[in-house]
């Protein structure tokens, strides 16, 4: 660190790392010291834009920096062991979502984080989205009371996802673990760990055999949470069904919700506005703000706790991990279970 900045390098230049980049740019705290990817003239073009070292070799850009951060938007396969060298070599890492391929991995992750005393964290933007942080006001609040159904849709509008995203060993998962992540990170934020969750899911391989060794394009989440509250989450990246929508809604007592990145709808039992919240935020600047969290919980941690942490991420991952079970299983699974399972009850959770 000098002059009270990160020394920090991104790794991964696809498009969430180049926006990833240019949002740390915005960011005081951050001197961007080194960028890496596998296209070694697209690092080369990005490192003289920024002035700053070009690597395309993971491992080199670990061993042959002291960096106080990296900033990871490779794909975990691509990147998962040079990630745990620099971790061990005292880096704090900073993960876009998902932060690992299964709940396992995450838990390594975790761990290893808090045996070196450093920062992994999971990207979470849209926490910062000014409808999110509005959705969170209301609920504090009570504007909406009682929320006895939380509806979610996610549909990418037929974005083709890279190929190494339909084979499950590298991806862990597909539409759900990777487009999902954020609506997921939302609900469970603000609603808690649901004690069950039942997924079916499907892809569009033409036999049976053949869907069993591809990620799914398409599922359908079922949660149900404490007291009487259930939740519904459908979503598909399959092409030809619309355009690209994510939204969130709530049914509460007299009162219903819908929020998404731009706007926040709060209508009462009979559909009439009460009030309309619209925002416009960018990607890049909820990135940033996300990144300014990221830096003062480096600096200062002791001021500065960190807003999503690898820990509190667990949860997240443990709901995912419990609809790709149940997927298998046929059966609702229980989230709560497999934190327990790594040893980190939803007690230790609440605490980190």
Not at 78 to 96: D, I, T, W
Not at 99 to 121: C, P, S
Not at 251 to 261: A, I, K, P, W
């Amino acid at each position: 660190m000098s002059k009270g900045k990160l020394k920090t390098a991104i790794l991964g230049l696809n498009d969430r790392g180049r926006l990833l980049l240019e949002a740390a740019g915005r960011v005081d705290c951050f001197q961007i010291h080194a960028v890496a990817d596998k296209d070694a003239n697209l690092a080369e073009s990005i490192a003289g834009e920024c002035g700053c070292a070009a690597y395309d070799d993971y491992r080199q850009l670990v061993i042959q920096n002291d960096l106080d951060c990296l900033l990871v938007a490779e794909a975990m396969h691509s990147c998962e062991e040079y990630v745990r060298v620099a971790m061990k070599k005292g880096f704090n890492v900073l993960k876009l979502p998902p932060g690992a391929r299964d709940f396992e991995e995450a838990a390594e992750f975790v761990r290893l984080g808090e045996e070196q005393d450093i920062q992994f964290a999971i990207a979470n933007p849209s926490r910062f989205a000014q409808s999110f942080l509005a959705l969170r006001r209301f609920l504090d609040e009570g504007r909406i009371e009682d929320v006895f159904l939380i509806t979610a849709f996610c549909n990418t509008g037929g974005h083709e996802p890279p190929g190494w995203q339909g084979d499950p060993r590298l991806a862990g998962g597909g539409v759900l673990i990777h487009d999902c992540y954020r609506m997921i990170d939302q609900i469970v934020s603000n609603f808690g760990m649901p004690e069950q969750v039942y997924s079916l899911s499907t892809n569009k391989a033409r036999d049976k055999q053949q869907r069993l060794y591809l990620t799914e394009d398409t599922s359908v989440v079922t949660m149900k949470f404490s007291g009487a509250a259930i939740g519904n989450l459908i979503a598909s990246r399959r092409a030809g069904i619309g355009p690209a929508q994510e939204s969130l809604r709530l049914y509460g007592q007299e009162r219903t919700l819908v929020v998404n990145d731009k706007e926040l709808i709060l209508c009462d039992g009979l559909g009439r506005q009460i009030e309309h919240l619209r925002s416009d935020d960018s990607r890049q600047l909820c990135m940033s703000e996300m990144l300014k969290d990221f830096a003062r919980s480096v600096l200062s941690p002791e001021q500065n706790r960190l807003c999503s942490s690898g820990r509190e991420n667990l949860t997240d991952m443990a709901v995912i991990e419990s609809a790709y079970l149940s997927a298998r299983t046929g059966f609702p699974e229980e989230p709560g279970r497999i934190l327990q399972m790594a040893s980190l009850t939803a007690e230790e959770q609440a605490s980190a």
